[in-house]
Every structure is written in structure tokens, then in C-alpha cells.
């Protein structure tokens, strides 16, 4: 701006298009070939406490995850097939940049007064799986290592999704918490590091629950887990939604299981000036979209 316009000048006025809609997470595999196949939904919760974003709630990496998105429908995965997939891959070998990839567009899609999607709007376009979109993805699937292969071997077209389809996946972020020497003020501020995490793995299998390391290192010679900072670990489950039930509940279900897990201590950073505490926080609304959406669509 200063240089076409001078540092004196009145600078131009820039206006953005305001987008509204939905936020849905769609991820795509894509082959050498063209091939491609659209994996389940998810919704990311990008804000660290529950409520809209704002100087003191700020956007994070994201604290959580669920799949499938609320508002998922075989016509909104169609859609996204038409409008973001298939342009995206011939653009890409246009540019001769075509690759075995995964695709991870972020989108706002608007719905018209049926709750049906007629239009998806792509904000942003990576080339890596979601985080932590991934892993409730991966939760609801049934051969992704078949995919994957496909996706390397360039036969995509060959090998589509196994979907759990009766199924609901819900992850967590355990995050570092306020507190420390130096009075840290937490993720994504401040954070103390070199804590010792303690893992209660049978609680966890027994619960169904997976443990998905992620800021904490393994110290061999203290054969201990100490943290790092920032996101830990994520909670990663599943739950069957049965005939005659709603998903809202399920869902609430599952939520308050990952819960109970963190509640109990089964999953703790052991703070240095308290070691019968706890170091992680977590968001305590990750999954009642669920509840949300049924509202929506008993409407």
C-alpha cells in the first residue's frame, strides 16, 4: 500500500465478503491418477473455552472434534464431490502438480429452509489431514489402511470408504493448563513443560477410550512421559447409535465418558507444586452439536 499509494495518502478501503454458513471439514484422498474418495465429515472446535471467539477465547489448533459433522448428508458429500474435488484435481494436473495426497479443504456450506446444502464456499485448501479432524475420522473407518495403499498405488477408483455409518466418533484435547513457576497462563498462552504425564492405559482400554500422544516425550532414562506443552494428548472414541435412539444422546453419552476419564484422573500432568493434581484442562462441550443439530432437524 505505501508504495502505490505514498505514506501520506488515504490507503484504500479493503472490503471482505462476509461468509456465512455452516463450517464443515471435508477430507479428500486423492491418487496419481485422478482417482479420488471423500472421507466422513467432521466438525473441529477451533475456540479454547466454549462461546464465540474473542480476545479472550482466541482460535487455537483446535481443542477438539467430532465426525461425523451434524450436519452431514449423502447430498452434501456429493456436493463437495462436484464442487471442490473434481475441479481442485483437474487444476492440479493442469499444473502438472498432481500427487498421491490427502486434501483437507475448509468450507462454509449454506443450507436452504429444508436443511439441504446448496452451496459450498472453500475459505482455505491444505494438503495434510485435519488435526484433530483426523481422528475421529479414522475412528468411524474400517479400511483405511486399504485406502492409503489405493492412494500410493494410484487406484483409488478400486477401493471406497468402509464407513461406520451407525457410528459417532468424539475427540478431546487434553491441554496444558494454567499455573507453573512462572505463572503460566495456559494453552495457547504461556505453557509449563517437563511435567510428568501418568496414564491410566487398562482404565482406558476397558472404557474404550483411545490415547493419542502428542506434545509429551518419552525420557528413557527416566522411563517416564513428561509434557511438553501446549495440546498433550487427545481422547479418541466411538459409540453405536442403535435403533430407536437419537444421536444427541449417544453422543452426550460418549461425551461424558471422555469426561469421566479426565474427571477421574486416569489421564494427568502432575504439577510440580501439587502432585496429587492435575496440569490439563480440557473443553467440557465437545460433541453437544449433536443434541444441536436434532433440535435443528426436528424443526
Not at 459433522?69 to 494436473?93: F, N, S, Y
Not at 457410528?167 to 504461556?190: E, F, H, M, N, R
Amino acid at each position: 500500500y505505501k508504495a502505490m499509494f505514498g505514506k501520506r495518502e488515504n490507503w484504500p478501503l479493503l472490503i471482505e465478503s462476509f461468509m456465512s454458513g455452516v463450517e464443515i471439514s471435508f477430507t479428500i484422498l486423492a491418487d496419481r491418477n485422478g482417482n479420488f474418495q471423500i472421507l466422513p465429515t467432521a466438525m473441529d472446535y477451533p475456540e479454547r473455552f466454549e462461546g464465540p471467539a474473542s480476545q479472550n477465547n482466541p482460535i487455537t489448533g483446535g481443542v477438539g472434534a467430532i465426525s461425523p459433522h451434524p450436519m452431514e448428508t449423502p447430498q452434501l458429500v456429493q456436493l463437495a464431490g462436484e464442487t471442490i474435488a473434481k475441479p481442485l484435481i483437474k487444476i492440479m494436473r493442469e499444473k502438472e502438480i498432481l500427487r498421491p495426497c490427502i486434501l483437507y479443504p475448509g468450507c462454509f456450506v449454506s443450507f436452504d429452509s429444508d436443511k439441504r446444502p446448496t452451496n459450498i464456499r472453500v475459505s482455505e485448501i491444505n494438503i495434510r489431514p485435519g488435526e484433530p479432524e483426523a481422528q475421529p475420522l479414522a475412528r468411524r473407518l474400517r479400511n483405511l489402511g486399504a485406502l492409503i495403499q489405493a492412494t500410493l498405488e494410484g487406484n483409488l477408483n478400486d477401493v471406497e470408504p468402509e464407513v461406520r455409518s451407525d457410528q459417532l466418533a468424539i475427540c478431546t484435547a487434553l491441554v496444558t493448563g494454567p499455573g507453573g513457576p512462572d505463572g503460566q497462563k495456559g494453552y495457547p498462552w504461556s505453557c509449563t513443560k517437563g511435567e510428568i504425564v501418568e496414564v491410566d492405559l487398562k482404565y482406558l482400554k476397558r472404557k474404550g477410550i483411545q490415547i493419542i500422544p502428542s506434545a509429551m516425550t518419552y525420557v528413557e532414562s527416566e522411563n517416564l512421559l513428561k509434557s511438553d506443552g501446549t495440546r498433550v494428548g487427545f481422547l479418541n472414541a466411538n459409540a453405536t447409535v442403535k435403533e430407536g435412539e437419537n444421536r444427541g444422546d449417544v453422543g452426550d453419552r460418549l461425551r461424558k465418558k471422555l469426561l469421566a476419564a479426565f474427571d477421574n484422573g486416569k489421564i494427568r500432568v502432575i504439577p510440580r507444586e501439587n502432585i496429587e493434581g492435575n496440569r490439563l484442562d480440557l473443553r467440557r462441550d465437545i460433541g453437544r452439536h449433536y443434541l444441536k443439530a436434532d433440535r435443528i432437524f426436528a424443526l
